[in-house]
């Protein structure tokens, strides 16, 4: 199986400061056929089910602000927001999709 | 909308079964691959089991191998898990998931219902 692994747990931004949430996989996400990374990061708020963010490693979903950014590729993977705003206080998870079963990383929280 | 709901969940005790269903609206449920994924009180997320977009084949964790099983019925854009010798460890909110890209399991979730919540408890 893949492991992902996340850094921090959690941490705590003021408004409008960067979050930073790293992940990595036991082994390379990259499909070398069409060099995609089969990674995603998801946002779950309290009470309520994931959400989809970014997947193959960058790509903003539709109506995602574009404070939220995801870069990296083979084993390490990062999630980045921009400008920190009350509503992006969440659990964030980052989770492989490159081969099954399709795991999750521990989740970081994220608090103002 | 895509819109999913889930429904079957409640108590039951150790070795008992019960049947989820997700009910899926909203988007062309038979040429998407869906996948089942738990989350346990205040833990993280547990992906299950995914059904390819025609039924025909399926993948499940093995933490529940032998034990859960999942199929879908296009006819009526609905998702099932049967889960059977529940344990106390399968207490989990579950959720059903759609896959992103069509036809194709290897793809993110882009899509998830509510939730409904099992608990195994005598």
């Known amino acids: 199986d893949i492991v992902m692994t996340q850094s921090p747990d959690s941490l705590a931004v003021s408004l409008g400061e960067r979050a930073t949430i790293n992940c990595k996989s036991s082994?390379?996400?990259?499909?070398?056929?069409?060099?995609?990374?089969?990674l995603s990061w998801y946002q779950q708020k309290s009470g309520q089910p994931p959400k989809l963010l970014i997947d193959?490693?960058?790509t903003r979903e539709s109506g995602v602000p574009d404070r939220f950014s995801g870069s990296g590729s083979g084993t390490n993977f990062t999630l980045t927001i921009s400008s920190l705003q009350a509503e992006d206080v969440a659990v964030y998870y980052c989770?492989?999709?490159?081969?099954?079963?399709?795991?999750f990383g521990p989740g970081t929280r994220v608090d103002i | 909308e895509v819109q999913m709901l889930e429904s079957g969940g409640g108590l039951v005790q150790p070795g008992g079964s019960l049947r989820l269903s997700c009910v899926a609206s909203?988007?062309?449920?038979?040429?998407?691959?869906m996948h089942w994924v738990r989350q346990a009180p205040g833990k993280g997320l547990e992906w299950v089991s995914e059904?390819?977009?025609?039924?025909?084949?399926?993948y499940t964790a093995d933490s529940v191998k032998g034990r859960f099983t999942t199929s879908r019925d296009n006819s009526k854009a609905t998702l099932y898990l049967q889960m059977s010798s529940l344990r106390a460890d399968d207490t989990a909110v579950y959720y059903c998931?759609?896959?992103?890209?069509?036809?194709?399991?290897?793809?993110?979730?882009?899509?998830w219902g509510q939730g409904t919540k099992v608990t195994v408890s005598s």
């Open positions: 998931a759609k896959s992103a890209v069509a036809t194709t399991p290897w793809a993110a979730f882009d899509s």
């Open positions: 909203g988007f062309a449920f038979s040429t998407f691959a």
């Open positions: 059904i390819s977009y025609g039924g025909r084949s399926t």
């Open positions: 082994q390379s996400v990259l499909y070398n056929s069409n060099n995609k990374n089969y």
């Open positions: 193959w490693a960058s």
């Open positions: 989770q492989q999709y490159y081969d099954t079963p399709f795991t």
